[in-house]
């Protein structure tokens, strides 16, 4: 399609001059003859048509990536890292370009979206130093025989990534299956496929026909994608109904799955801490900056009795620095919701709340100055008072929307932390270190910050517990879950001629 650009508050923009699928090498119009049209959340306008990829899209890109897959296995490790290397650099050096069109498309701040592609070059540049870490064992056997283990890559993986990062998680998900040896196929969020678009433009000629594929689709091109008899693992970040249909469609082939899912996050603050800072801590934890839409975020804060009051009054002053704006512009410190649709939704989640006697002490509002007409924002809204078991602090609306909730005695505490079937993140904050080790360890979570909130750290595993989640990201164990091991027996009698 023809190169078009679209007025931004930061300047012309430049959308991907592609809008297919990438499968092969090269790009493909979608058998499905089916196109979605993309919405800038800032604004509601329509963007440009986009590829909706259907079954047939899915088996050709599934059925190019076994090619590439043959190919690239056979790919000796350091080159394979040079590749990588290659393509953190093509991010970098198109940085600006794709964090102002993730703004754009996704509704997250220009000013966040940066990092994001950094982080996504981190991350190949990462993995691309760990590959000749994939090492097998010896196992001993005695003078007549040799065992021996060793790392291949499992084929084939097709990852769904979500639309809260779609840059970060569109090419940070390639990295550790690419290092591994895999060929990769990346279904990019319906609502965000610009930014992963783009990326396939810049690194499209690093890669050989079939190693990485893009499918732009819906729930149709995921769920061929899991039920593919081409694709041997498949990943997603998304909800937990979500990878519960990706598991079940899994099954039917006893395929691998790595399931990055939702999350109602507990902040646990104690008695011994300073108000002011926990308080700017657990606005923090919110990430109102991308509208909470994040799995991450300790969307219910446990504050105890001692420091409940001035907490409450500090994180609804917190609140003020976080103002709702065009995502493209770089001042603005709050973005938009994804669609009306979702932003609707956790309104009247608030609206019920408010209702039925929940006491607001910030937001609950859509913002009607400061910001562009037809867009999807909401203020950062935060209840206090609330109860344990309320819908405010059991469940996930992936929304600006926080509950604090005080507390007394510690056990009642943790048993109303344990009460949800979930477990990705938790913050404990705390200046008694017995404590912070007793908490850190009773809390069911795969990831557990100690005086710290919402920062990952590159080598450390991400991952949740319960129904948030299987594998972990960000880490060697990321790399080494894309291969499977084999082992090999030798024994060194003679077979031939006596």
């Not at 990536?65 to 040079?82: E, S, Y």
């Not at 949740?464 to 084999?486: L, N, V, W």
């Amino acid at each position: 399609m023809a190169t078009h650009t679209h007025k931004t508050a930061s300047g012309e923009l430049r959308l991907p001059a592609s809008n297919g699928v990438f499968y092969g090498g090269s790009w493909h119009a979608p058998v499905s003859e089916r196109w979605t049209d993309v919405v800038a959340p800032g604004t509601g306008e329509r963007l440009m048509a986009v590829a909706d990829a259907g079954i047939q899209d899915v088996a050709r890109a599934a059925s190019a990536a076994r090619a590439g897959a043959r190919l690239w296995r056979r790919t000796a490790p350091l080159a394979r890292a040079a590749v990588l290397r290659k393509m953190a650099q093509r991010l970098r050096e198109n940085a600006k370009e794709l964090a102002l069109l993730d703004a754009l498309d996704c509704g997250n701040p220009v000013s966040e979206m940066g990092s994001d592609v950094m982080v996504a070059a981190a991350l190949l540049d990462f993995f691309a130093g760990l590959v000749t870490e994939l090492k097998g064992d010896t196992i001993p056997m005695g003078h007549d025989a040799l065992d021996y283990t060793e790392r291949e890559p499992v084929g084939v993986v097709a990852r769904i990534v979500a639309y809260n990062h779609p840059l970060l998680f569109a090419m940070g998900k390639l990295a550790a299956p690419l290092a591994a040896g895999n060929a990769v196929i990346i279904k990019p969020p319906v609502q965000a496929p610009l930014s992963a678009l783009r990326c396939a433009e810049l690194i499209a000629d690093l890669l050989p026909p079939g190693v990485f594929s893009l499918v732009p689709g819906g729930a149709e091109a995921g769920a061929a994608l899991a039920a593919s008899p081409d694709v041997d693992m498949i990943g997603l970040v998304g909800s937990i109904a979500t990878g519960r249909r990706v598991m079940q469609a899994a099954a039917a082939r006893l395929k691998p799955v790595a399931l990055e899912l939702g999350g109602k996050n507990p902040f646990i603050a104690c008695p011994d801490v300073d108000p002011t800072r926990v308080a700017n801590a657990i606005v923090d934890g919110m990430n109102f900056t991308w509208c909470g839409q994040s799995c991450g975020s300790t969307s219910r804060a446990f504050v105890h009795r001692a420091i409940y009051d001035e907490v409450c009054a500090k994180v609804s002053q917190a609140c003020a620095a976080f103002v709702p704006g065009d995502p493209t512009n770089p001042a603005t410190t709050m973005g938009a919701m994804i669609s009306r649709e979702h932003r609707d939704r956790v309104k009247q989640a608030i609206d019920t709340a408010v209702a039925q006697g929940a006491r607001l002490i910030a937001g609950g509002g859509i913002p009607q100055a400061g910001v562009p007409a037809g867009g999807f924002y909401l203020e950062p809204t935060v209840f206090a008072d609330v109860a344990a078991d309320s819908p405010l602090a059991t469940e996930e609306f992936f929304g600006p929307v926080l509950a604090l909730i005080p507390w007394d005695d510690e056990q009642e505490m943790l048993a109303a932390v344990h009460s949800l079937d979930v477990g990705l993140t938790a913050a404990i904050w705390t200046a008694d270190l017995a404590r912070a080790h007793r908490l850190a360890r009773e809390i069911d979570a795969g990831f557990v910050w100690v005086n710290e909130i919402g920062k990952h750290f590159l080598g450390a595993p991400y991952g949740g517990a319960k129904q948030s989640g299987i594998g972990r990201d960000e880490c060697i164990g990321e790399m080494i879950s894309f291969t499977r091991e084999k082992n090999v027996h030798i024994n060194f009698r003679t077979v031939g001629p006596a």
